[in-house]
Each structure stands twice: as structure tokens, then as C-alpha cells.
């Protein structure tokens, strides 16, 4: 029987950042993976619209689960960063009391964060606050420090994940949407895809978020809801920058971190995420709503007055993946069946956690007698600095890069200085699909103040050129979402791997 015949070690349904940390903390082994996703990039679920910030965990419940895994780590992210090739910035939080009831709970919050592990936090007065953060709020009573809460390139984690466990070994296979799990209870389980031949593997492992719950139904899992609990953000534009050098934190509640103003890593600011509770399996999950955006902009403004001088550039939403059994649910051998493992309800954390939660799934397997860690001493860990510029590069202040591909120095993108031959790059690099979105994640063109107006047709027709097809069958993110009304959705080229 040939290898490819054979059914997988480990089979991954879901490939946002969980999904993608786990395959690649399993391609370090010897093990036949496989990482499946309906969509045709990954991260395009809960993954792409998050605040960005890589967590201490210096405000979660001491003792949990969640708690453990962020606190390891965050201390992990930034030498992982730096191997993965991933933008990162330890520049810090600051947590604002805005009135006499919230600098009343610092102490509390102090102590939690000891309690958590978080040790290097500092109470601080009004006077060392407008020091630190002279935008910040003027009527502040004082403040939390939190020195080791950092920002980071939310896009660039799943792939750079997915990149490497693929330099490993394991297959990616996007635009395989799994409608369920037959025969969980044998050896060798059905992983059954609409309109595609069944995958085989010996352990599935259910990290499809927000479609987890629908997946645990076909198996017989323990059931739970998801109530999808809606984030909007506005972001704005890059002049704002400077404004701040830290996150502007709220003082949290039991429901949610509150809403926060914070540089991004790309050189803006953000603010954000409401927390509204939606119905099972609402469709409008990642829409925004006027009143929701107003909402954001207000604690905003109150945060960081001078805000209310700039008009953002861009809202979106992003869905919690808010689970009825409680936060970080994971059902080793769910339904009573050896090799299904079901992890849900990575809420808020996940960014931050994935790659100890990664770990921590490995090693419940390991025990459960259900895989063996013999390292592959073949496997990398990281991603090679050559393998494509980075928006971080900027290749068109190297003149000897230039002269050699004069690409390099035609711009395409003008707000987020883009050039043509770095849209080039992002599409050969490992596993890029021709989408508008998969080269805006990797490259930053779209992404600017005008928001795709002035570059959006020559971004697309350079895919088009590149991957030979016409510009009617370019999609935003895969087939059903062809740029033009007359595109073929059957004739698009789509990132459908291998
Ligand atoms: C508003 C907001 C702010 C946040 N801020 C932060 C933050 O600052 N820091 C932080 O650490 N975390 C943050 N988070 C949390 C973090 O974004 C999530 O915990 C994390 O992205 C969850 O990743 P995941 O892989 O579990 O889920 P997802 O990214 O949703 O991945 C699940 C994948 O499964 C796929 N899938 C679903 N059903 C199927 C199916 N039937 N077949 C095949 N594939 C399927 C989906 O396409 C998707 O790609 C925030 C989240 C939100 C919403």
C-alpha cells in the first residue's frame, strides 16, 4: 500500500490559528497530517478579525485552563515570533481607571495578575500615567502597567504556522468544507467532504470554531451551543500612530476585556471590540451596525481624546466563538470514541494561546496512548527569512533589490507602499491562493486608507496575469465571490490544494 493510500496519523478540522498551530506543532513528529478547512486561505474564520494582541493573561481566572496556556505563552511568543517571521512588538498595555469605582478595582486587578504569574505589573498614579501616555484620557485617576502585553501581525500567525507545518510535511487542503465524521467509533474514521472523496485518519480533531458544534452533531459528541459574540472594530489611519505607544486598556468585566484603543503593528490605531450576543449560527456575526460602531468610536474618543479629530478608515467584526460549556472546552475521546478529540470555545485568547494549546493537545493524545512523539529530525522549526519579502521589508528602500527586479520599485499600493513585485512574491509563496483577500493578508495592498479604491483592479489583474486566468474569475476569497457579475465560478482558479 503506498503512503498516500494509507489513512492519516492525525487528521485537523479547522484551519484558523488553533488548527494551524496544531499542525505544526504535530509536523515536528513523525506523523502523517492532514489540515483541512472550507475556505479556500487560512485564519478566514474567527482568526481575521481579532484585536491583535498577544496576551499576558495577566487578567484571567488564576487557576483555568485558559489562564495556564496564555500565561506560557506569551512568554513563548517572542522568540516564535522572530523563527516565524512573524511582525511583533512587546510595547506594552497600560489600563486605565476612569473614574473613582474603577481605580477602586487596581488593586484587585494587581493582585490577579500576580495570581496569574504576570509579576512585572505596576500600579501607577495620574502623574506617571500622563507621562507614559499624554493622549491618554486626562481625567484617568491612574492606571495598571503591563509591560509585557504586545501587538503583533493577527494575518501573518496562521499563515506562517500553516507555512511551516507545510515545509514539514502535512497537507493543506482548503476548500474542503467537512459535513461530518463517519465510523468515529473505529480504528479508522471517515471524514466525510461535500462533493469530495472521504479523508481516512486515525485521530480527528474538531477545531472548526464556530462550526465545531455542527460537526460534533454528526459524531455524537457531548452537545453545546455556540452564541457567535460579535466584535466590531474601527480602524484608523496611519497618521494617528503616534498618538499612543501603548494599549489602552479598560478596567475588564465578567463579560468581556471592554473596549480597547491600540496601536497595530502596521502603524495605526484600532479600537475596539464590542461584545454582543447573538443568535445560534447567526449569519450576521461578522457584520457591523451603525449603532455598534458608534459604540466603539464614543469609548474611543473617551480613551484617547484626540481621536475625535480623525475619521476612521475601516470597520470590520470579528465572532467569539462564545460556547454554552464555558471557555477552552476540550472533549478528549468525545462521544466516547478513542481518536475524536473536540476542542471549542477558544473565545478571546486563542491568538495568544494557540501555539501552548497546540502543545497541550499533543500531549493529551501522547497520554491517551493515541500517538508517539518521536521527533522528525528533518522537521524545521520556523520559516526561512528568504522565503518572501514580508510587507515589513519594504524592498523598495534596497537599491541593489531594485536593480535587481525593478519591480521592486513600481509601486502598486500606494497608502501601504506596496510594490508589483511583492503581489508577485505573496502569490509563489508556499500555498498563497489567487484571491484578493489571501494577498491582502500577506502583502497589506488593500489595506489602506482608501481601502482597495485606487489599486483593487491593478492588484486583481496582476493575479489574473500571473495565475492565467481573466479578470472576471478573480474572487475575493474563493469561488461565489468572483470580482465581476460574469465571472465563472466553476472556471475559477481557486487555491483548492494540492
Ligand atoms: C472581536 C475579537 C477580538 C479578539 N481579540 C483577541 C486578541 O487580541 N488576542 C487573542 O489572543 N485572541 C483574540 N481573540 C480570539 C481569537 O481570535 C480566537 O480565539 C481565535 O481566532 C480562534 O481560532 P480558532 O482556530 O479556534 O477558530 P477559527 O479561526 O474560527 O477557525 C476555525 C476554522 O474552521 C473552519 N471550519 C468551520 N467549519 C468547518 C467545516 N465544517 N469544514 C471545514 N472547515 C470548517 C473555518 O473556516 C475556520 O477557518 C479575539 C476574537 C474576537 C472575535
Known sequence: MSKESEPYDVAIVGAGVVGCALAFELSRYQLRVSLLDKNYDVGEGTSKGNSAIIHTGFDAVPGTLESQLVTRASRRWPELARKLKIPFRQNGALLLALDGDQARQLPKLYKKALANGVDDVEMIGPDELRRLEPHAAPTARGGLLVPRESIIDPFMVPIAFAEAAVANGVDLLLGRHVVGVASASEAVKMIIVDGDTPIRSRI??????????RLTETYRGEQFDINPRRGQFLVYDRNTGSLIERILLPVPTAKTKGKLVTPTIFGNLLAGPTA??????????????????????ESAIRMCPPLSNHRPVAAYAGARCNCSGGSYQIRVGDGGHRGMLTVTGVRSTGLTSSPALAEYLVERMQREGWLTRTRDLTAGDGRPATA?????????????RVAAHPDYGRMLCFCEQISRQEIVDALDSPRCPPTLDAVKRRTRALMGRC???????????????HRGMPLENVTKRGPGSELLPHGNPAETMTGRTP
Do not use: K, M, Y
Open 204 to 213: 480527528v480533531v474538531n477545531v472548526a470554531g464556530l462550526g465545531s458544534r
Open 276 to 297: 454582543e450576543d447573538l443568535p445560534l449560527d447567526d449569519p450576521e456575526a461578522t457584520s457591523t451596525t451603525l449603532e455598534g460602531l458608534l459604540d466603539v468610536s
Open 388 to 400: 518572501w519579502p514580508g510587507w515589513w521589508l519594504h524592498p523598495f528602500d534596497n537599491p541593489e
Open 451 to 465: 481601502q482597495g479604491f485606487n489599486c483593487l483592479i491593478r492588484v486583481a489583474e496582476l493575479i489574473g496575469q
